[in-house]
């Protein structure tokens, strides 16, 4: 049997597992969304804390990061992971832990939670929080990577319970009983989700407030909150869907009262993630728990009640009852099948999964089919609204599906999800009739990633002309650009067809064929478009790759076709937009 689970930090020490890091508010939060934040930083609304998510915030600068900063300056935060993938079969992604460490570390937000799941397999991204079996060979693996997690950030984390649709042939213990293991051994916290406790106990034909009490609820440190849809299963009986898109249901506010009167006050988070109505909404929603809440330090008489933290950490020697072995090289645990039977629509439910009611478990494995197709279409329809604008939403959908069955992601951050879609467009036969669709496409994404490019000063034109004084100086400087600098070249007119789909004139007016070149670039924290000619996109592509002003010039009017090039002109061009952020003279 393991011990308590905690590694040493690179420095040798222990991580403090603590539960003073992760005190929230004993208030009801909201998930923060992208298209809050200004409102929220005008505002400041009453809220206990704000939630986001780890994935959202893994890109190397730009808005998202300048508005969280600011949030934090008012408002305790809670980062929620939806990608670390604990129960994968296979080892941590290091580079996303870093990644997520480096969050951490920046934001120091009161709580850190992620998921009794998995989303990821032989480098693939599934977006979805894909079902467990809980038997001995699961525990050990999830122990392990609560382990790494915990000793990586070198604090406590939080586990949430899993809203779940079918169940294995090869668990050999119930939810409850695993996730007690889980925590005991680890000494991580529990996220306690109220909505997939009643989710997952509809759809297994068990009882909620049972299983809330088999649950480890001395290690609660958070509780969620969310709504759901009904579906039906093959026989009829309802199936529960954990959607985050609709208002938490009368059932959950009671389940929710019942926790409260076990564990006391606790910090609870309201999440929609889908159909997110206005800020005022959800603000109303909230009130609705932090008077629960009121009510129930009320009830135990005192108007405060610390979080639990009083989970018992194992010894060497401690044993949790015994666990019926599994063999390790079962097929009942393959995650491989698992994943082709999601991505292969043609392909069987997989074989080991049952339903409680003995009911054909297809329809419930097909909610995961759905939620990852779905989830990624939707992703791809956001990010490129003109290309979707361009073909229709049916055919756009339909090539973003195969797509995605094609080339599934490998990224786990969802701003980058759309990075190779538009060379797929370029070799997808049904979208040749419309040529200049895969350069319109990367415009789109070029847009996104010049948003979220790393942060760095631009130099002022004052700068840059006090620099220009000295010509002997000047052409054997070099310039670095902006990290948000994005250039594109084209046979098309992908920015005039971009600009049209803006309202900056009519469409009928632009020959689609006449070739054009596109500068990218963030001023603050817009994204800029500007046409160019083909000498001066020539000649900051040179100063991107490092040439001197001088190579760069040359370069660039050595290229241009039809002397098109134009020093001056790129010159102003450099003098009037922030597209350089250092200055280099040759020694």
Not at 120 to 137: E, F, K, M, R, W
Not at 356 to 362: C, H, I, K, L
Not at 434 to 462: F, K, N, S, W
Not at 523 to 537: C, E, K
């Amino acid at each position: 049997m393991r011990g308590t689970g905690t590694r040493p930090l690179a420095d040798g020490t222990q991580p403090n597992l603590g539960g003073d890091l992760l005190r929230l508010p004993l208030r009801c939060g909201i998930g923060l969304k992208a298209s809050h934040m200004r409102q929220v930083l005008e505002e400041r609304p009453d809220a206990g804390f704000f939630e986001v998510h780890a994935e959202n915030f893994m890109v190397p600068g730009g808005p998202l990061h300048h508005w969280l900063d600011q949030v934090r300056e008012h408002y305790a935060l809670s980062l929620h992971g939806v990608a670390l993938s604990i129960g994968a079969d296979s080892k941590l992604d290091q580079d996303h832990l870093g990644r997520l460490a480096a969050l951490i570390a920046r934001y120091q937000p009161q709580s850190f939670s992620e998921h009794l799941a998995w989303s990821t397999h032989g480098g693939v991204y599934l977006s979805d929080l894909l079902p467990l079996p809980y038997n001995a060979q699961t525990l050990q693996r999830v122990c392990d990577h609560v382990d790494q997690v915990q000793a990586r950030l070198g604090r406590r984390m939080l586990l949430e319970n899993p809203a779940t649709y079918v169940a294995f042939a090869a668990s050999t213990m119930d939810e409850s009983a695993f996730m007690r293991r889980v925590v005991e051994r680890t000494g991580c916290g529990l996220l306690l989700d109220v909505n997939n406790v009643f989710v997952s106990c509809t759809n297994h034909g068990a009882d909620a407030r049972a299983l809330l009490q088999a649950l480890p609820l001395d290690a609660v440190g958070e509780i969620h909150l969310a709504g759901f849809a009904r579906q039906q299963d093959a026989v009829g009986a309802t199936l529960l869907i954990d959607n985050h898109g609709a208002p938490i249901a009368p059932v959950v506010w009671d389940l929710y009262q019942f926790a409260l009167s076990l564990i006391g006050p606790t910090a609870t988070l309201l999440e929609r993630d889908n159909a997110v109505p206005p800020l005022a909404v959800l603000l109303a929603e909230a009130r609705q728990a932090d008077r629960l809440l009121q009510d129930a330090g009320a009830a135990r008489g005192a108007a405060v009640c610390h979080t639990p933290w009083g989970c018992r950490r194992m010894t060497a020697t401690a044993r949790i009852g015994a666990e019926e072995p599994c063999d390790p090289g079962s097929p009942l645990d393959s995650q491989a099948g698992f994943v082709a039977a999601l991505l292969g629509p043609d392909q069987a439910c997989p074989s080991d999964l049952r339903s409680w009611n003995g009911s054909d478990p297809t329809p419930r494995f097909a909610v995961h089919r759905n939620n990852i197709v779905v989830s990624l279409v939707d992703a791809l329809a956001e990010q490129f609204p003109v290309t979707l604008e361009l073909v229709g939403p049916e055919f756009f959908r339909a090539m973003a599906q195969v797509f995605i069955q094609q080339q599934p992601p490998r990224t786990r951050i969802v701003a980058f999800l759309g990075v190779p879609f538009p060379d797929f467009i370029a070799t997808f036969p049904p979208a040749a009739s419309v040529p200049y669709l895969a350069d319109l496409a990367r415009l789109e994404m070029g847009r996104i990633e010049t948003c979220h490019a790393a942060d760095a000063q631009a130099l002022t034109g004052e700068t840059i002309g006090r620099a220009m004084a000295d010509p002997q100086q000047l052409v054997n400087m070099r310039m670095a650009l902006h990290p948000s600098v994005h250039l594109l070249s084209s046979p098309f007119a992908i920015f005039s067809l971009w600009a049209a789909h803006q309202g900056a004139h009519d469409i009928g007016t632009v020959d689609p064929l006449l070739p054009e070149q596109v500068l990218l670039f963030r001023d603050g924290l817009d994204v800029h478009a500007l046409p160019i000619s083909a000498g001066t996109r020539s000649f900051l592509a040179r100063l991107q790759a490092g040439d001197t002003l001088a190579q760069a010039a040359e370069a660039a009017a050595d290229t241009a076709a039809q002397d098109d090039f134009d020093l001056a002109g790129s010159m102003a061009l450099l003098l009037r937009h922030p597209l350089v952020c250092q200055l280099e003279p040759l020694p």
